[in-house]
């Protein structure tokens, strides 16, 4: 269905929304979308972040302790 829509189609649908919503009700609903987006972002980096830092902790050192003096 959405195959058929086309470029006079999407300058259609645009016009409609803009005329229904007016410029300063989606300038700040787009605001809001990329606060979102960048508040994902940082969870997702924050969450990687995270996930790296308890696999460094779990990696231990296991050489036994008469082999440490040795080195």
Same mark, same amino acid.
């Given at each position: 269905?959405?195959?058929?829509?086309g470029l006079?189609?999407?300058?259609?649908i645009?016009?409609?929304?803009?005329?229904?919503?007016?410029?300063?009700?989606?300038?700040?609903?787009?605001?809001?979308?990329g606060?979102?987006i960048t508040?994902?972002?940082?969870?997702?980096? @924050?969450g990687t972040? #995270?996930? $790296?830092? /308890?696999? &460094?902790?779990?990696?231990? @050192?296991?050489?036994? #302790?008469? $082999?440490? /003096?040795? &080195?």
């Amino acid at each position: 269905m959405l195959n058929n829509i086309g470029l006079p189609g999407l300058l259609l649908i645009a016009v409609v929304v803009l005329v229904l919503f007016g410029r300063g009700k989606i300038s700040s609903l787009m605001g809001e979308v990329g606060k979102g987006i960048t508040a994902f972002k940082k969870g997702v980096s @924050d969450g990687t972040k #995270e996930l $790296e830092d /308890d696999a &460094a902790t779990a990696a231990k @050192d296991v050489t036994p #302790e008469a $082999e440490k /003096d040795k &080195a």
